[in-house]
Each structure stands twice: as structure tokens, then as C-alpha cells.
């Protein structure tokens, strides 16, 4: 399996570069209109777009803003992401939502440990609602002790 993360404009450049060879999974917030991506659909093997914001949980309790990803989005995202080879994830800076995201669809496929390769510590701050949601989905505690020890520090 190949994951890539990418912003929504890299996103865009890389399904020109490689025409066919992605699927995309395109994260966006719910008021964000068209987006590059939109204009090379036609490009990518295959195209998943789901709309939730990169909020916390606590965030979105203490300020009452922000849409959450939901457990029928992750299911869904998951699920449409099995036996694919190379998926490319982006949302809008290829930081937090998008990287979140990577690292369960590489839990689910190959285990935790083996999908930290997917990211770096340098580049990505993986969404923890996004993380500690998905891990509770896919029912698997590891999961989070990875995700913990890797970038806990960093929180």
C-alpha cells in the first residue's frame, strides 16, 4: 500500500503529474466551495469527499463551532479505502486532517506501527479526534498507544 498526504494544492499537482494512479480522499471543511482538486477528478482512479472541519472534540464542547467527523464518515472512508494501492489523502494544508486520516487507513491495513511510515513528526499533527474516533472504530487500542507515544509529546 502507498499513502500519500498532500494540501489541497499539491493534491491537485500530483493527480496531473500521475494521471490515473490515485485514488483521492478529498477532507474539506463544509464551507469550502470548489476547491483544485475539483478540476481533475477526471484524473484520479477514484474520489471519496468528505466534509468535516479539524476540530478537537474539546474545542467543539468549549466553543460550540467547528463540524466533527463523524463515526458514519470515518466508517465510510475506511471502507472505501480497502484493497486500494495508492490513495492520496489531502485536505486543506495536508497537516492534521489528512494525516489523521493516512495513519488509520495504514492501522487498518498494515497495523499501527507500520503506518508512522506515512508520516513525520516534522511535517504532520495528526487530528486526535480524528485518531482516538477511529481507533475506537476499527476497535483497536493500539491505535492510540502508537499515536500517543509518537506524538504526544507534541500536544
Known sequence: MNIIIRSQDDAATEVRQEPGKWSVISIRGPEDGVIPIDNHTDLCADVLVVEFDDVWKQMHEDRGWGKLAT?????EILKWAE???NILVHCFAGIC?????AFLIGSQAEGPESAMRFMS????TPNEWVIRLGAHLLKNREIERVFDQKWGQFL
Open 97 to 101: 486532517r489528512s494525516s489523521a486520516v
Open 71 to 75: 463515526p458514519e464518515q470515518l466508517t
Open 121 to 124: 513528526t516534522k511535517l504532520h
Open 83 to 85: 484493497g486500494k494501492e
